[in-house]
T-cell receptor, first 114, second 109 residues
Framework: GAVVSQHPSWVICKSGTSVKIECRSLDFQATTMFWYRQFPKQSLMLMATSNEGSKATYEQGVEKDKFLINHASLTLSTLTVTSAHPEDSSFYIC??????????FGPGTRLTVL | AQRVTQPEKLLSVFKGAPVELKCNYSYSGSPELFWYVQYSRQRLQLLLRHISRESIKGFTADLNKGETSFHLKKPFAQEEDSAMYYCALSGGSNYKLTFGKGTLLTVNP
């Protein structure tokens, strides 16, 4: 139980285009989902907290107009990287709370912006 | 502000040796501490949490509020324990996790 999927697992795009990443909780409902970014050989940095039906809460330094988050249902949250640039290339990971105190992580999405 | 410190970036031990991965935290309230593990080419997964007070795969961790530590221990390391280990802290009502930088454990045969 408590499986979280992400799609796509990897994506390559041209600079200036937008990319959407999906995060789904497959066997449970997640009131809250989290989006992280992980640079090579570094730890996870929380980008934003996404609550179903409300606006996401972004961490300091994360541009909300750059990283659009939508949490339309209890099993789906999306992260859209708008007008992507090479510096946005990274590993993006989502997690979902199966209850109020445990996060289960997706496998991650590797984004490469050319 | 909440902060998690894992002082060792790399830790290498031989099979059968004891292993301790250090984690110290800074948080003004009452924290909840976790250890997550990431095996090669796999997703991050929960190893254990302090409120459960359980042993998973032979690993244990005790929350020491006086020393603000949550070190992960295993008496006899196995090769399959080789992985990246992250200590994480959750505080407040929003259940956000703050991660340490991680420790790469290598268990040599």
């Amino acid at each position: 139980g408590a499986v979280v999927s992400q799609h796509p697992s990897w994506v390559i795009c041209k600079s200036g285009t937008s990319v959407k990443i999906e995060c789904r909780s497959l066997d449970f409902q997640a009131t809250t989902m989290f989006w992280y970014r992980q640079f090579p050989k570094q730890s996870l940095m929380l980008m934003a907290t996404s609550n179903e039906g409300s606006k996401a809460t972004y961490e300091q330094g994360v541009e909300k107009d750059k990283f659009l988050i939508n949490h339309a249902s209890l099993t789906l949250s999306t992260l859209t990287v708008t007008s992507a640039h090479p510096e946005d290339s990274s590993f993006y990971i989502c997690s979902a709370d199966s209850r109020a105190d445990t996060q289960y992580f997706g496998p991650g999405t590797r984004l490469t912006v050319l | 502000a909440q902060r998690v410190t894992q002082p060792e970036k790399l830790l290498s031990v031989f099979k059968g040796a004891p292993v301790e991965l250090k984690c110290n935290y800074s948080y003004s309230g009452s924290p909840e501490l976790f250890w997550y593990v990431q095996y090669s080419r796999q997703r991050l997964q929960l190893l254990l949490r302090h409120i459960s007070r359980e042993s998973i795969k032979g690993f244990t961790a005790d929350l020491n509020k006086g020393e603000t530590s949550f070190h992960l221990k295993k008496p006899f390391a196995q090769e399959e324990d080789s992985a990246m280990y992250y200590c994480a802290l959750s505080g407040g009502s929003n259940y956000k996790l703050t991660f340490g930088k991680g420790t790469l454990l290598t268990v040599n045969p």
